[in-house]
């Protein structure tokens, strides 16, 4: 906890430092919301059959997944971590007593919070001034907000346990950047980040609600445009604490190997 | 051959503060300070020259050469080199130039050395013959025969360095500018290089104008120093003149048998019955220290050194405040 | 040409390094084949856009990745310019007697696109046997030209973001909204959105005359052959980058960052 204090302070005043920076993050990101907007109307308007979501909230889940996008995409690359593992400079890590898998997950977690906070809400904000059905909108009720936040919380940890696999899995591949890819891809396909969930054939849904993918971003963003009920909500917490728990698990035991492995290769 | 008249170039730098409030104001207003980097630099070379061109790092060294080899636009000033205005006719000018920046390569890291050369003859269309016979010239004089089959990955620094020469060298340029050559070589790689740099230049009377912190590299291969500081140039002259000029300071060291009193000038260090100390030609003549000397002790045996080159440059850095 | 003499030492170099070479080429497949898969399914749920069937909206889909990939390969060297201008490597250019043009181009070369390319070969050859098509003569070198076309403006955003890295270093990928936006964007027909936004993309960033436009001809969808050599209009769409580039380079000389 203290280190990731530590680390969230650093990252966010080096992020405040580029300005130029934030800004153009932000710009690109409110296109780009923009753009899966446009497309997406211009599907709804050809078609009169109602669709599971309506447009106005498919609207706002674009805008919370561009304001948030670095809490909940799948691949978000550090490249010291990277060199650590494929240069072998991990050996000056393991030296420092601390426990690896630990500082590493509080890092990409720093890494995530403090870049999302600089640009979340420059985006939330303008987009709430947008003329209707392009706006941002606040959710139904209040506790639809709570909900919200404590999903979304919950899926940055699944987030960062995710990836925390994949950069694991370097430790055998050693580059593998064409793995990470590979991965990346799919997970957000699974997470609904190419498109919405809802709007997925429902074959697919089925296969999508068993995996830990959609309780990262589907979850919560549904939840804050009104299209899970309370209660469903509120299981639907208690599984993501249960991902939480197995992939925090499966992370360690695969580390501890990994690095095992590691120590008899001599690095 | 290299004329350069009254260059002068201002660049902005942004300031940029520490800590969160700091940072937040940064958001809101940046402030500049404007840095003289060359303030009226002039000098002329001659061809067959080689000069080293030094001063402590920030003094505005690569910004000259940047300037003469035609990369950097100046605010004023003029600049006649075999002809032509670097920065006006850069792409006609570059060709007859060579550019060796100690610290980056311009080979291609992950190809046999000879693929690079081949590229380069492309690069600057160096006609097949002439291109024939600088490879062989620079194979024998860089001792390059097992280099050329490597790729550049695997070849230690020396080795790189000597293949960054002979791949500056392959279209005959008038003039070499080398940044720094020597920077982390060994004491062998050093040796090969500067043997090298004289070859080429009494050989091809190729101009050489050489930035270095290596004060071996201006001793072995300098014929003349111009020193520059805060963007200005503070001294030009051949390397005696500096000598002259600055090495007046001499150490002696004297051994003796017997003191006859106390010591009461300054001394350096005392070793059992050695003695060292500084001592200036300028000021007192040699049999005066000695008379005066010999009242203390009785003198056994007598060294005097010159300064070192470094310890030179170490003055001249001081007195010009650097 | 000098061009194919840097294709040729690049490529010599990236097969020093054949698996990640492999695995990443692998990997490119997937990327762009995912938003394909999206596509598919909402056309399932959909069923059609502005009266444009799932193949047909395929093909401009094609035609926009298959330029793109093609870009991202031997362009590459405007799209990761930053670099150079960090490393100080645009340095060692300007030392040298060539067009900055060539030798940026000449820098680096990502062969992994090659996979990406794949992809979209592979779903052209497929909507060209769900859609009817009329060919004749013109409808092929329509599609050349269309994919030349689209090569000239992906190319032509690059040298103007990589110009950007004369001036700032920081914030470049606003850039990335016309070319990754702009690829997004077209890969649907262009008549699906808003009128503006057509207007932009076919008069400021000439997107639409890549595929939309021509589309129209080969599909039968219009019968006005001029319609076919709309993609010359993009070609030209070069000439004012290559001059904000030059520009860029004057301002570089004169201030070294």
Redesign the interface.
């Known amino acids: 906890m203290r280190s990731y204090l530590v680390l969230f302070?650093m990252r966010?005043?080096r992020g405040?430092?580029?300005?130029?920076?934030?800004?153009?993050?932000v710009?690109?990101q409110f296109?780009?919301g923009f753009?899966y907007i446009?497309?997406f109307?211009?599907?709804y308007?050809?078609?009169s059959t109602p669709?599971p979501i309506t447009f106005h909230q498919l609207v706002n889940m674009m805008w919370l997944q561009q304001a948030f996008l670095a809490l909940i995409m799948l691949w978000f690359r550090d490249s010291e971590i990277i060199n650590q593992i494929t240069k072998g400079d991990i050996a000056v890590e393991l030296l420092r007593p601390i426990k690896l898998y630990e500082f590493w997950y509080a890092r990409l977690l720093a890494q995530r919070t403090s870049s999302a906070l600089l640009r979340f809400l420059p985006i939330l904000i303008v987009t709430s001034l947008l003329p209707y059905p392009y706006n941002f909108v606040l959710p139904p009720d209040a506790f639809s907000f709570i909900l919200f936040i404590i999903t979304l919380v919950l899926g940055v940890l699944i987030v960062v346990a995710l990836s925390m696999l994949i950069y694991i899995s370097m430790f055998y591949?050693l580059?593998?950047?064409?793995?990470?890819?590979?991965f990346g891809?799919?997970g957000?396909?699974l997470a609904g980040l190419?498109?919405p969930i809802p709007?997925?054939?429902e074959a697919?849904k089925r296969i999508i609600y068993f995996l830990p993918f959609r309780y990262t971003t589907d979850l919560p963003f549904r939840i804050y445009v009104g299209s899970i009920t309370h209660n469903e909500a509120i299981i639907s917490i208690l599984i993501q604490i249960v991902w939480i728990i197995i992939l925090y698990i499966i992370g360690k035991l695969w580390m501890n190997k990994a690095l095992k492995r590691l120590v008899i290769q001599g690095g | 051959m290299i004329q350069v008249e009254g260059i002068t170039k201002t660049f902005q730098v942004a300031k940029r503060n520490k800590g969160v409030i700091e940072a937040l104001k940064h958001l809101v207003r940046r402030e500049y300070t404007i840095v003289k980097a060359l303030d009226n630099v002039s000098f002329n070379i001659k061809q067959g020259e080689i000069v080293g061109y030094i001063g402590p790092n920030g003094a505005g060294k690569s910004t000259t050469i940047k300037v003469i080899s035609g990369i950097l636009v100046p605010d004023n000033g003029t600049c006649n080199i075999i002809g032509y205005t670097p920065w006006k006719d850069r792409k006609e000018y570059v060709k007859h130039i060579g550019v060796v920046f100690g610290q980056r390569t311009q080979l291609w890291w992950d190809v046999p050395v000879i693929d690079s050369y081949q590229l380069l003859k492309d690069i600057y269309k160096i006609p097949t013959n002439v291109y024939q016979n600088n490879l062989e010239l620079l194979t024998e004089t860089l001792e390059l025969k097992e280099l050329l089959n490597t790729p550049v990955r695997q070849l230690s620094l020396g080795q790189r360095m000597r293949c960054e020469m002979g791949a500056a060298l392959l279209h005959d340029p008038k003039i070499l500018f080398l940044d720094e050559p020597t920077i982390g070589l060994d004491a062998v790689s050093k040796k090969a290089v500067r043997n090298f740099i004289k070859t080429i230049n009494q050989e091809k009377q190729v101009t050489v104008i050489l930035t270095t912190h290596d004060m071996r590299d201006i001793e072995e291969l300098v014929n003349r120093i111009i020193l520059i500081g805060k963007g200005k140039i503070l001294l030009d002259g051949t390397l005696d003149e500096v000598k002259l000029k600055f090495g007046s300071e001499k150490t002696m060291v004297i051994t003796y048998s017997t003191q006859f009193k106390p010591f009461d000038f300054p001394i350096e260090n005392i070793n059992g019955n050695q003695l060292r100390f500084m001592i200036n030609t300028n000021k007192q003549s040699l049999p005066q220290i000695i008379d005066k000397v010999s009242e203390y002790v009785q003198i056994e045996d007598i060294d005097i050194n010159h300064l070192p080159i470094e310890d030179i440059i170490v003055k001249l850095y001081k007195e010009y405040q650097l | 040409m000098l061009y194919w003499k840097y294709v040729k030492i690049l490529f010599k170099s990236q097969l020093e390094y054949r698996t990640s070479f492999i695995l990443l080429s692998i990997g490119q497949i997937f990327v762009p084949f995912s938003v394909f898969l999206g596509i598919y399914f909402l056309f399932q749920r959909f069923q059609e856009i502005k009266g444009w069937s799932l193949w047909e909206v395929a093909l401009c889909y094609v035609i926009i990745h298959i330029a793109f990939s093609l870009t991202e390969c031997f362009v590459r060297g405007f799209d990761n310019f930053s670099r150079l201008v960090v490393t100080g490597d645009f340095d060692r250019i300007l030392v040298r007697p060539r067009s900055t043009i060539v030798q940026v181009l000449g820098s680096q070369f990502e062969f992994t696109r090659i996979g990406r390319l794949f992809q979209a070969v592979v779903i052209f050859i497929i909507a060209l046997t769900k859609v009817q098509i009329d060919w004749n003569i013109i409808k092929i070198l329509t599609f050349i030209l269309m994919i030349i076309s689209g090569i000239f403006i992906f190319a032509g955003i690059y040298m103007i973001g990589a110009t950007l890295c004369f001036f700032t270093i920081e914030g470049l990928e606003v850039i990335n909204i016309l070319t990754d936006g702009g690829r997004e964007i077209s890969q649907y027909p262009i008549n699906i959105y808003k009128d503006w936004v057509k207007k932009l993309f076919t008069f400021v960033i000439p997107y639409g005359v890549v595929n939309y436009l021509p589309l129209l001809y080969v599909l039968g969808k219009n019968n006005q052959v001029i319609y076919a050599f709309t993609p010359l209009l993009g070609i030209l769409f070069i000439i004012p980058c290559i001059l904000i580039w030059n520009y860029g380079v004057k301002h570089y000389l004169s201030t070294g960052s």
């Open positions: 302070q966010f005043i405040l430092q580029y300005r130029t920076a934030a800004l153009a993050g710009l690109t296109f780009w753009m446009l497309i109307e211009a599907f308007a050809s078609s669709q591949t580059s593998g950047t064409g793995s990470i890819l590979i891809v799919i957000e396909f190419i498109i709007l997925m054939p697919l």
